[in-house]
């Protein structure tokens, strides 16, 4: 497939601005008949937290029309709609490299040009209103010049703390220029549009969706969120497809009212109740797949209290459990849950991933009874 060539390092005076063509402050126009052929295809490289990126390339391989996929880099002719639908992703970002030595070069009128470009095709698409840098060194007199040249010329205002277009600089990997990152959405992927209601301790979206993918999706599951907090996973699981059945406890009734605000503005119809996830009433082995995500000791409880709560909580869980049903768990509290494992002759497990995100690097397992 053709590549858009390589931006040159020659200093001609470039005509963007004056440019019909250029997307400068253009209205979208709709694309007729079959988009595939219409659309040029761009570089794009997935941002996802360390730890999901083999489940991103999963997702992303189910992509039509992306190819020339190296990890998380590919090329892609289609709608961003379908990018923007990706749920193991924190966010999707158009990627361009320059032929410049060090930042400074994207300065000179023909780079600047074709940047201010690059930038304002990508604030089209987006729907964008303002931007910020994200580069190592933003606020060196290069970056700070670059900013006020760009705010000239793409009529994007500059907001150095909350810029909706991202832009990142860095050098190469397999190369001596520059790359540009432009992040295609105002907000990140992660932040949910159904997240109303944020809670201490809520579970990244992208998290989420990685431990239900790995726990498998199983249309006639029954399936019991204990400690369901703001209802991260409970609406995740929901959106990803019908279930036998789905209900949510937690023990702290804000966290209840949190999950069903979110539940509301997600348009789903999940039950969540104030009910201690231990002393449930419920009869045995009713669900098929359980969801966790145990209080972490710093945020969410203590380590101490972790102590008494996690053995019972497998002991609970165990007798909720179907014979072949799931137990998802997601903790920061490794050393914990792991001896708690080791020492189980009721329970088999299976490490998921660890994944590193806001400072924690927590670890999802799968269980089910030996
Ligand atoms: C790590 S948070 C869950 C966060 C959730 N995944 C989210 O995205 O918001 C743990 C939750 O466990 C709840 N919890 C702790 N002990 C509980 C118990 N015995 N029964 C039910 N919920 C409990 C806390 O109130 C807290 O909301």
Not at 41 to 67: F, K, Q, T
Not at 135 to 148: C, I, N, P, T, Y
Request: aromatic share 8%; with cysteine.
């Amino acid at each position: 497939m053709p590549r858009p060539a390589r931006s040159s390092r020659s200093d001609r005076r470039s005509d963007n601005r004056h440019d019909p063509n250029s997307p400068f402050k253009r209205k979208a126009s709709k694309p007729k008949g079959d988009y595939r052929e219409r659309q040029p295809a761009h570089e794009y490289v997935l941002d996802v937290l360390p730890g999901l990126e083999a489940i991103a390339e999963n997702e992303l391989a189910d992509v039509p029309l992306a190819r020339d996929i190296r990890g998380l880099r590919f090329w892609y002719p289609g709608d961003m709609e379908r990018l923007n639908r990706l749920k193991s992703v924190v966010a999707v970002y158009r990627i361009k490299a320059w032929d410049v030595p060090r930042p400074r070069g994207f300065l000179g009128n023909q780079q600047l040009g074709e940047l201010a470009t690059f930038v304002a095709e990508v604030a089209r698409v987006g729907g964008h209103t303002s931007f910020r840098l994200g580069a190592a060194g933003k606020e060196s007199s290069v970056m700070q010049r670059l900013a006020s040249e760009l705010e000239g010329l793409i009529g994007l205002t500059h907001n150095a703390e909350e810029g909706e277009l991202l832009l990142r600089f860095r050098p190469e990997e397999h190369g001596e220029g520059w790359e540009v990152l432009a992040r295609m959405t105002p907000r990140p992927l992660s932040a949910r549009a159904w997240r109303v209601c944020n809670m201490n301790g809520g579970l990244n979206a992208t998290l989420a969706y990685a431990v239900l993918k790995l726990a498998g999706q199983r249309d006639e599951d029954r399936i019991f969120n204990p400690m369901s907090g703001s209802g991260t996973l409970l609406i995740e699981r929901s959106l990803m497809g019908p279930s036998a059945a789905m209900v949510g406890v937690d023990i702290d009734p804000a966290a209840v009212e949190c999950a069903q605000r979110n539940i509301k503005a997600a348009k789903r119809e999940i039950e969540v109740a104030c009910v201690d996830a231990l002393n449930t009433g419920l009869p045995d082995r009713s669900f098929d797949l359980i969801l966790a995500d145990l209080p972490w000791g710093d945020a969410i409880g203590t380590h101490g209290g972790n102590e008494v709560l996690y053995p019972a909580f497998l002991k609970e869980m165990y007798r909720l459990l179907s014979r072949q049903g799931r137990l998802a768990v997601i903790t920061h509290e490794i050393k914990l849950f792991q001896g708690l494992l080791e020492d189980s002759t009721e329970w088999y497990a299976r490490e998921l991933f660890q994944a590193f995100s806001g400072g924690h690097h927590p670890k999802a397992y799968l269980l089910s009874k030996r």
